[in-house]
């Protein structure tokens, strides 16, 4: 295994163009995988995330996260202040609290335009009680009609665990049409060894998630491995453990139609999580950037 990559950079000389913030650390899930599990952590100081964000060179992707970025009473405020230096946003979030649609309104109002939303039990309260510990699919299930009947719903993710949900391809792609949800990104991943995980399982890699795939979705393989082999990012910022493709062949504008993610978690002989990754940055505690997940890794048990 190769040595952690791990390096710090000030604000203005940031090059990622995607930057996770952890506004904070609390939450009100216990999911069996989580990679950032620290809830001791205070939140993070709204000013000084502001004025380091200000000093990044170029517009950016601000990701929005936690623990669960919806404990923080002032989150419409903290979305406003984000977009309003210029930058874009995304929220990624467990849920619950959007099951409430006057809460999605409000985040809506704040400027919201993009949300991730985690359906790891999809609609199956059997699967989130063995992945995330809690029988919570309804209101997974209306978090997702809230979003999307708020135009803010773009991307969903679901991690495949080996003996417990490799139906959920399938599951999915149904609940989408029995929900009328036409136009999102989907992302299945595999557990990723980091912070606190489900050890006492098979730990798949891409192949078998795009074997899982290809059979739920009844896909070709060579058509998925076209688009492996094929998508690239800008700006030679592509990650070889990701990458997507549409359901429907015909589509090429991401965010049209259903698109398909695949993202291989699992850092067997690796040093981390989509280690060496260019494009995900994470506001560290000191206000400095650091690639996302080899800061996860160096701070584990800590940030």
């Known amino acids: 295994m190769t040595q952690l990559n791990y390096y710090e950079l000030e604000p203005e000389d940031n090059h990622f163009t995607d930057v996770v913030i952890d506004v904070t650390h609390r939450c009100n899930m216990m999911c069996k995988n989580c990679y950032i599990p620290n809830r001791e952590i205070p939140d993070m100081d709204a000013d000084l995330m502001i004025e380091t964000i200000k000093k990044f060179p170029k517009r950016v992707a601000i990701r929005i996260i936690g623990a669960e970025p919806t404990m923080r009473q002032d989150l419409p405020e903290l979305i406003t202040r984000i977009l309003d230096t210029g930058h874009r946003v995304t929220l990624l979030t467990n849920g619950l609290r959007l099951a409430r649609e006057n809460y999605v309104k409000g985040l809506k109002d704040a400027g919201l335009k993009h949300l991730y939303l985690s359906l790891n039990g999809v609609d199956n309260d059997d699967w989130y009680e063995k992945i995330d510990e809690m029988r919570c699919s309804k209101k997974k299930i209306q978090a997702m009609i809230n979003a999307n009947k708020y135009n803010l719903l773009r991307d969903v993710g679901c991690i495949i665990v080996n003996g417990v949900n490799e139906e959920a391809p399938a599951r999915m792609i149904d609940m989408f049409k029995r929900h009328d949800i036409k136009n999102v990104v989907v992302r299945f991943k595999t557990i990723g060894q980091l912070g606190r995980y489900m050890e006492g399982v098979h730990q ?4 078998s ?4 795939v290809c059979k739920q979705l009844n896909l070709k393989e060579d058509y998925v491995r076209w688009w492996q082999n094929n998508w690239i990012y800008p700006d030679s910022r592509q990650e ?3 990458f997507l493709f549409p359901l429907d062949p015909k589509q090429r504008l991401v965010y049209k ?3 398909i993610k695949l993202v ?5 002989g690796k ?11 994470r506001v560290t505690e000191n ?7 080899e800061h996860v890794t160096n701070n584990e048990g800590g940030y």
Not at 272 to 281: A, C, F, I, Q
Not at 287 to 293: D, N, R
């Open 240 to 242: 070889k453990d990701s």
């Open 287 to 293: 206000f400095k950037v650091a690639p996302f997940f």
């Open 264 to 268: 291989n978690w699992n850092t067997d």
């Open 271 to 281: 040093t981390t999580v989509l280690e060496n990754s260019t494009r995900r940055g």
């Open 209 to 212: 998630l795009i074997n899982i």
């Open 204 to 207: 798949m890699g891409m192949d």
């Open 257 to 259: 139609g259903i698109w």
